[in-house]
């Protein structure tokens, strides 16, 4: 309970201390009910610390420990935060799977089940797919409109306000805030619907309006607990309002809004690195980024998600939209063992025997084949995000690795 309370304050350092020692407790017990609702919270404030992989393996834990213990209601919320942690580390496909078997179990819990379509609305506009993606936000309104919990209701609307802010249909999102407002939850004070609202008021012409809500907003975000997805929704804002101005004005402002929007937060973490639902909100933002001559910051920003086939007599990649079949061997046995990141780099002996792992050869020759190896790589797929140092390669961290059928 007391890790819970931390969570709610944004204590997660405290809300990981408390909740791994409930979980010890619960094990010294054999209360599996305790263990399996001490694993949320501890894998969410680990999430939430910035240890994804952690994370996962303690959600891993926790869901076997409840599906094997049959406890019903625990087992209906695993699903979300076990989603939204493989959509954090970009397993994307992975996500959806998972979510969909929640959503499928009917839970009788609404909180649960409307959290879990919205985690699938998310990763689905992740994926491109934002017809899926509307009709996933939709049904989350449904059961939340169903239940009679006013802020269950506005947080679906507030997706489907993101949504049409990412498909770039503004004219569509004062709309669903409007019925979100109607909703009277204490949603519509926090910052990424305020900024939503600004930019409503552009677009409507209340430009004044528009600003004012803006600059508030921008006094707030120097400080460390402004919201991330506010940031990422303030930066859409920001592109839209000077975007008829003169380039060098134009360029000037966003320059100075990016030094705040991008700063890191209080756990020295770039805001938008930091979880699923930061790089759904961004989405808007990117490309023109790209057309407003901030293609470098814009790309240094941007994850992108590398995608392997879990079948081992497969090799195919797919980066992005690049997709390349029947790779050579040796270069994608180096790919896999990259992708694993199971050392900080692979150095050129160790690429040589994961390539070549019955061969023999002289120095020059491991360089050579190593070298035919990672050129074909950096050629076809890769590109700058094969890096080369000293100890040898690695994949650029904005690489996201995941698995596909």
Not at 55 to 82: C, D, F, H, K, Q
Not at 173 to 182: D, E, F
């Amino acid at each position: 309970v007391v890790a819970s309370m931390k969570l709610t304050k944004d204590e997660f350092e405290d809300a990981y201390v408390f909740a791994l020692e409930a979980l010890e407790l619960a094990r010294e017990l054999g209360n599996k009910t305790l263990e399996c609702e001490a694993a949320i919270v501890l894998a969410f404030s680990t999430r939430q610390r910035g240890f994804v992989d952690e994370a996962l393996r303690v959600i891993r834990s926790g869901y076997a420990t409840a599906r094997a213990e049959n406890i019903a209601w625990t087992i209906s919320r695993y699903p979300m935060l076990y989603g939204t942690i493989l959509a954090d580390r970009g397993d994307l496909t992975d996500a959806a799977s998972v979510v969909r078997v929640g959503i499928d179990a009917r839970a009788s819990h609404p909180p649960a089940i409307v959290g879990m379509w919205i985690i699938l609305g998310t990763v689905l506009t992740l994926q491109g797919k934002f017809d899926e993606a509307e009709s996933a936000f939709e049904s989350s309104n449904e059961v939340a409109s169903r239940s009679g919990i006013p802020l269950l209701v506005a947080e679906s609307l507030r997706e489907i306000a993101r949504l049409h802010l990412v498909r770039d249909q503004l004219e569509k999102i004062g709309p669903a805030l409007a019925r979100a407002v109607a909703a009277e939850s204490p949603i519509q004070g926090r910052s990424e619907v305020r900024a939503l609202r600004a930019i409503v008021a552009e677009f409507e012409g209340r430009h004044d309006e528009g600003e004012e809500i803006a600059h508030r907003l921008r006094e707030e975000a120097v400080n460390d607990t402004f919201g991330a997805m506010a940031r990422a929704v303030l930066l859409r804002y920001e592109l839209f309002r000077y975007a008829s101005h003169p380039t060098s004005e134009r360029k000037d402002h966003i320059e100075r809004s990016l030094e705040v929007l991008f700063a890191p937060d209080g756990h020295g973490t770039n805001w938008y690195q930091k979880c699923v639902d930061v790089r759904f909100c961004f989405m808007a933002s990117e490309a023109r980024l790209a057309a407003f001559g901030f293609r470098d910051f814009a790309k240094s920003q941007s994850n992108v998600v590398l995608a392997l086939p879990r079948d081992p007599f497969k090799r195919y990649a797919r980066l992005g939209t690049t997709i390349i079949d029947n790779i050579p061997a040796a270069p994608y046995r180096i790919l896999v063992l990259l992708a694993q990141r199971e050392q900080p780099f692979i150095s050129l002996k160790t690429a040589f025997e994961t390539g070549w792992p019955e061969d023999v050869a002289e120095s020059a020759t491991v360089r050579g084949r190593v070298h035919v190896a990672m050129s074909y790589l950096r050629k076809n797929l890769l590109g700058e995000l094969l890096v080369r140092e000293e100890g040898g390669y690695l994949l650029d961290p904005r690489v996201l690795v995941s698995r596909s059928d």
